[in-house]
């Protein structure tokens, strides 16, 4: 399959990075545009066609990904739309963009609103997929394990995607910022700052593991090491003094109402 990623910003430069790392896509089968060639340059060295005519770059496409600002993905939908292939499968990152408005400006073409997350460069994103109403479970099937070689995919209603923006896209953000508040805490009591990073990020990336793959709830993991008395027991109790489980609520629900106002 051949991919054309539009836009070399975080998110689509990890996209790419991520389908380079996971080796099933042929280097010379994907194409990464931007107004910038320095932008572009990493990938060049790393053997990733890259152009800046974003027309030229959909031809012959089979996936292309839109990974521009909310405000720019009508004008480069217009701008490749002539291009495109009858079946290329067309993607959109752009958060807020609903898929109405996406179809509007593709003339009511099959397509997909996506949020990501950056993981994709390490090939563990959590990716939700929400698919416009004519496209066909070939193309849904084609998206979802195109998406799969970055991480995990589920296809989602469109009505659920704001608040799946906020837990899997900005939660990389707020699960970041537990780590770094942890890293100073272990800091201040010797360790050094970069051992302190390496032991908690692998403590957080093993409980998210226990809770993935066993399906057990998070608090029945919990359970396991908070022993009567014990010192577990105790950092929780402070955490929760200090408004731990209310802080983390109230700013996925500040997100949220960012993106619905409505509350819906």
């Known amino acids: 399959m051949k991919v054309t990623v539009i836009g070399s910003g975080n998110i689509g430069s990890a996209l790419v990075t991520g389908l380079l790392r996971e080796g099933s896509i042929a280097t010379d089968d994907v194409i990464l545009t931007d107004i910038s060639q320095e932008t ?3 990938f060049v060295a790393k053997g990733v066609h890259t152009m800046q005519n974003n027309a030229e770059a959909v031809k012959n496409a089979g996936i292309i990904v839109l990974c521009v600002k909310p405000y720019l993905i009508r004008d480069v939908i217009e701008e490749i739309l002539s291009s495109l292939t009858d079946d290329a499968l067309l993607v959109s990152f752009a958060a807020g963009v609903t898929i109405e408005q996406l179809s509007q400006f593709s003339g009511n073409r099959a397509l997909f609103r996506v949020i990501p997350n950056t993981a994709m460069s390490v090939c563990q994103s959590m990716t939700c997929i929400a698919a416009s109403g004519n496209t066909s479970v070939e193309q849904r099937n084609a998206a979802h394990n195109f998406f799969s070689r970055v991480g995990k995919a589920i296809m989602i209603d469109e009505s659920l995607m704001n608040v799946a923006t906020v837990v899997a896209s900005c939660g990389t953000a707020f699960a970041l910022r537990y780590l770094r508040a942890a890293t100073v805490a272990a800091v201040e009591t010797g360790l050094r700052p970069a051992v302190a ?20 709830h998070p608090e029945a993991e919990i359970d396991k090491v908070t022993t009567p008395k014990g010192i577990t027991v105790k950092g929780l109790n402070e955490m929760e003094h200090a408004g731990f489980s209310s802080a983390v609520i109230q700013g996925i629900l500040a997100a949220y109402g960012t993106l619905s106002p409505s509350g819906k």
């Open 40 to 42: 572009l340059a990493s």
């Open 197 to 216: 990073t390496e032991l908690i990020a692998q403590t957080m990336l093993g409980a998210a593991v226990l809770v993935s793959e066993s399906g057990n």
